[in-house]
């Protein structure tokens, strides 16, 4: 880890926190992760990019707009070993559930992932969309690997992570948790996840909550676009 490297404002909104951040690496400090993927682009992208030059870092987004002026800042910054790619947002299947989230086929061929940080899709657009990833990546995932998930002061964070740990059993430890960040790892393969019909009967509500809100978003846009502007 590169600890000389340029800092960013990882205090904005929206962004991971510096606490936060520092919670995650400190626990890849000194093991030089060969493939980092971050779920969701922003300025965490960049100061990844700083403190891991030699990893391959890839970012998935599904906003085309943010992709573009993210990719534009690490171009500019020449940060060669970083991708921001594209991933729309699209229904998948898990053992008898359903789930709407990134298309993860963006990077099924990659090597094994050091370092996972989940902090997308947006969970109010899609509920679950976020802890439907580890389901469709853990196998994709190095022994050892750690996983950060942002945001952990809501229900929803810490209802997936007490989801993740019945799913995967003891193929997965908590490591840590603070009032807004929790950080676990990958301690071995996991031969049959558990993902019981509860779980399942669950991501059904939360595909149907998910697609409300987002016709009731599409039509608000329909009908006054003067008035729609993304935050």
């Not at 590169?2 to 904005?12: A, C, F, Q, R, T």
């Not at 389901?135 to 002061?153: E, M, P, S, V």
Request: proline share 4%; with cysteine.
């Amino acid at each position: 880890m590169n600890k000389d490297s340029v800092k960013w404002d990882l205090d904005s909104p929206w962004c991971i926190g510096s606490e936060d951040y520092n919670t995650l690496t400190k626990y890849v400090d000194g093991k030089s992760p060969r493939l980092i993927v971050e779920l969701g682009s922003g300025l965490s992208t960049f100061q990844l990019a700083n403190d891991f030059p030699e990893a391959t870092l890839i970012s998935l987004e599904n906003d085309p707009r943010i992709r573009e002026q993210n990719l534009q800042t690490l171009e500019f910054n020449q940060k060669n070993s970083a991708n921001i790619l594209l991933a729309p947002i699209k229904l998948q299947f898990y053992k008898g559930a359903s789930f709407i989230t990134y298309d993860f086929n963006k990077i099924k061929n990659t090597s094994q992932i050091d370092l996972l940080i989940v902090d997308g899709p947006v969970e109010r657009l899609f509920p679950m969309g976020r802890e439907s990833s580890l389901y469709f990546l853990f196998n994709q995932l190095a022994i050892g690997a750690i996983i950060g998930l942002d945001d952990y002061h809501r229900t929803s964070a810490k209802s997936t992570v007490s989801n993740w740990l019945s799913v995967f059993g003891n193929s997965l430890l908590l490591q840590e948790e603070t009032d807004s960040f929790a950080v676990l790892r990958k301690k071995s393969e996991c031969v049959k996840p558990k993902l019981g019909i509860s779980l399942a009967l669950k991501s059904y509500k939360a595909l149907t909550q998910s697609l409300l809100v987002n016709t009731r978003r599409t039509i608000s846009f329909k009908l006054r676009p003067e008035k729609n502007v993304e935050q």
